[in-house]
């Protein structure tokens, strides 16, 4: 079965770091760099929002604007892992994080919930002093 397991979510002091981690199971086999993957994030009473994205190769990125020079998402096919290096963390980045893989052409970069394959279960940040 195709999952996708997040970790790395906690409580932070404002300016502090966190590096989530969101690993997909076996049943990816080899196909996993087939997959965009994105970090989307829900904050309590609001809808679920695109935070980042990163193609099929790890060669193109894209961000929400308010995270832009402070979060970092990486990959690592091998080991079919996708990464979000978040520094100077705010209270408004307090949300469940989610990621989620897309199934999608090389180069391709979707930002937009609609189409994603595949969700993990999503771990929980929370920024607050």
């Known amino acids: 079965q195709v999952q996708l397991v997040e970790s790395g979510g906690g409580l932070v002091q404002p300016g502090e770091s966190l590096r989530l981690s969101c690993t997909g199971s076996?049943?990816?086999?080899?196909?996993?760099?087939?997959?965009?993957m994105g970090w989307f994030r829900q904050a309590p009473g609001k809808e679920r929002e695109f935070v980042a994205v990163?193609?099929?190769?790890?060669?193109?990125?894209d961000y929400q604007a308010s995270v832009k020079r402070r979060f970092s998402i990486s990959r690592h096919n091998a080991r079919n892992t996708v990464y979000l290096q978040m520094n100077n963390l705010r209270p408004e980045d307090t949300a469940i994080y989610y990621c989620?893989?897309?199934?999608?052409?090389?180069?391709?970069?979707?930002?937009?919930?609609?189409?994603?394959?595949?969700w993990g279960q999503g771990t929980r940040v929370t920024v607050s002093s």
């Open positions: 990163i193609s099929r190769a790890g060669t193109v990125t």
């Open positions: 989620a893989a897309r199934n999608t052409i090389t180069g391709a970069i979707p930002t937009s919930l609609a189409g994603y394959d595949y």
């Open positions: 076996a049943a990816f086999g080899d196909t996993f760099s087939n997959y965009a």
